[in-house]
């Protein structure tokens, strides 16, 4: 957890720079040391685009046959301390855990750029998923983590000056757009390797989203499974209301410290639209068109 701020200093500012100080070198030593397995999933994100429930998810999918849904190591730990953030939780300066502790087959977050990935990912037959969320709803739940984060209150009057800073691409990972165009392309020159998902997709119809990610996964669901109705009972466990109300997501820390409620906002699609400006919201637009034109990917707000 970062130390409390002092006053009238943006969160999202601090954190940037919190980041680049504190993880710059784990994202380096994740790009020279990691060797990928064949078997490994790596999960990929723009901070802020619903990490922590395709963690859930992958997490349960690749663990269904060694527990039962109702004694998941979801019910009692954060999905974050079960899928590591590998240059942070792994290749950091405090690791938190060891590559060779993981359950196989292994489940891996992180938010780098395709192109800043490790060669092993790109030249093994590992899997990547990529989920994108629009950018309106991300720049807001990024604004009420890094609060959170700093510990300091969510202030819609800093909103202005960071939006100004995400249009012009400066953030922990990049320009969002680069982030999402480089995963995008990537899912449509090798499908089999990068599959491509968008929050918004997954939250109007989960079943054919979690059914086309155990393919992917190469652990499609049985239709045994399907008419014992484990696929409504996994959605049900990793569902946003039922992981917000555990006691561990409730009242309990990550092995990183932080509290595991700051996962848990919202999750909903459009609630950019109580905090941004219409004239925010035309510089956005005006934006997209200009980096998404051509590429065939589109997004949902509402
Ligand atoms: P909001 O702040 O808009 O509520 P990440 O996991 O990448 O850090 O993203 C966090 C966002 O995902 C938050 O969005 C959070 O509420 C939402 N979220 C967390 N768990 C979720 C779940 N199980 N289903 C849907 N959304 C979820």
């Known amino acids: 957890p970062m130390e409390k701020l002092p006053e009238g200093i943006d969160p999202c500012f601090y954190e940037r720079h919190w980041y680049r100080s504190k993880f710059i070198h784990g994202s380096i030593k994740f790009q020279e040391h990691f060797k990928a397995q064949d078997t490994d999933l790596i999960l990929a994100t723009f901070p802020k685009s619903g990490t922590t429930w395709l963690k859930a998810l992958t997490f349960t999918i690749a663990n269904r ?41 292994r489940v891996l977050g992180t ?78 020159e090798r499908p089999d390797k990068v599959l491509f998902l968008k929050y918004e997709d997954m939250k109007e119809d989960p079943i054919s989203h979690f059914k086309v990610l155990a393919k992917f996964m190469g652990l499609p669901f049985s239709a045994e499974e399907e ?16 992981l917000k109300d555990l006691e561990v997501n409730k009242n309990e820390k990550t092995r990183r410290g932080n509290p595991c409620s700051m996962f848990f906002r919202k999750g909903e699609v459009g ?20 980096k998404f034109a051509g590429s065939g990917l589109n997004f949902k707000f509402s």
């Open 65 to 105: 046959n060694n527990y039962p849904v109702s004694e998941s190591p979801l019910l009692t730990t954060n999905p974050h301390d079960l899928v590591p953030f590998l240059e942070v939780d792994v290749y950091g300066k405090n690791p938190i855990l060891k590559l060779e502790d993981l359950p196989s087959p």
């Open 111 to 188: 938010h780098m750029p395709y192109s800043a990935l490790p060669i092993s990912i790109k030249d093994s037959n590992c899997r990547v998923v990529y989920l994108c969320r629009n950018l309106l709803d991300m720049f807001i739940s990024y604004r009420h983590f890094a609060a959170k984060l700093s510990n300091t209150p969510f202030d819609p009057s800093l909103i202005e000056e960071s939006f100004d800073m995400f249009c012009r691409g400066v953030s922990s990972y990049g320009p969002f757009w680069d982030h999402v165009l480089e995963y995008w392309k990537a899912s449509q």
């Open 227 to 242: 008419s014992q109705g484990v696929i409504e009972e996994v959605l049900k466990l990793c569902s946003f209301n039922n």
């Open 271 to 290: 609630d950019w639209a109580n905090y941004l400006t219409p004239s925010m919201l035309e510089r956005i637009n005006k934006l997209m068109e200009e």
